[in-house]
């Protein structure tokens, strides 16, 4: 598949012009013209790269990319020794950002949901429909136990969370968002949400989630937002006829 028709799947799919970001979404380092073979990963760090050099591949798609807003311009240090290592063995890099947090089939908050066996699902924020929307509301199949709840978010994540019980209230409406989305808190209580699920915490979440009754869980940056990454794996082995694998770099923020 020739680099322009693969970055129009991919806007296709994603439509990234929906959304207002922090930093470009679509191709961001040109590679070579003819690609077959792609590594999809949660961030373009330096351990990605060379996974994907050691696979050869002709594209690495992530969530994280380059060229955030505010971020320095100069292509010096370790941003230098990515995108080197990315022209020398002339590899594409694209990055989808909001897109791939919000998309309602293969987006990390959709993949999240799904692990959860969340149905019924809404936007987070008000006024944006779901497939727009940086955040979601479901409801469980059943009210769960505190203890289940955390015991079904872990297994979703595979790791261990931070989990802020504030009451013995048991659970059945959801409001997630991935990432670092600690700050939208209270769009969850607005919502009527008995826990809100991201991935990072701040210092006044606590405070908020204890004041205003509502679980809080951290689940991780990292881990919660694998889900797209491997989402848009599979979708492109299956839909493209390209090989398309996901690779996991650990982290445990």
Avoid at 30 to 40: A, H, L, M, S
């Amino acid at each position: 598949m020739l680099r322009s028709e693969f970055e129009l799947l991919l806007n296709r799919t994603l439509r990234p012009s929906r959304f207002k970001d922090y930093a470009p979404n679509g191709l961001q380092v040109e590679g070579k013209n003819q690609i077959k073979r792609i590594v999809t990963g949660v961030t373009a760090n330096q351990a990605l790269i060379e996974a994907a050099v050691a696979w050869q591949a002709d594209a690495i798609f992530v969530h994280h990319g380059y060229f955030w807003k505010n971020e320095a311009p100069e292509i010096v240090g370790m941003k230098y020794r990515r995108i080197s290592t990315l022209i020398k063995n002339d590899i594409n890099l694209y990055g989808y950002h909001l897109p791939l947090d919000a998309h309602v089939e293969f987006g990390n908050n959709a993949g999240l949901a799904t692990a959860l066996g969340l149905t019924s699902r809404e936007s987070l924020q008000s006024g944006v429909p779901l497939e727009e929307s940086i955040g979601l509301v479901g409801t469980l199949e059943k009210e769960m136990s505190l203890d289940s709840f955390q015991l079904l978010v872990e297994q979703a994540v595979q790791r261990s969370v931070l989990f802020e019980r504030v009451s013995e209230k048991p659970i059945k409406r959801v409001a997630l968002c991935t990432g670092g989305a600690q700050g939208y808190i209270e769009q969850a209580i607005n919502v009527g949400a008995d826990v809100y699920i991201t991935g990072e915490v701040s210092e006044q979440t606590i405070h908020i989630a204890r004041e205003m009754g509502i679980h809080f869980v951290a689940a991780g940056h990292h881990a919660t937002e694998r889900f797209g990454a491997q989402s848009m794996a599979k979708f492109l082995s299956e839909q493209s006829g390209l090989e398309a694998i996901f690779i996991d770099i650990d982290n445990p923020a």
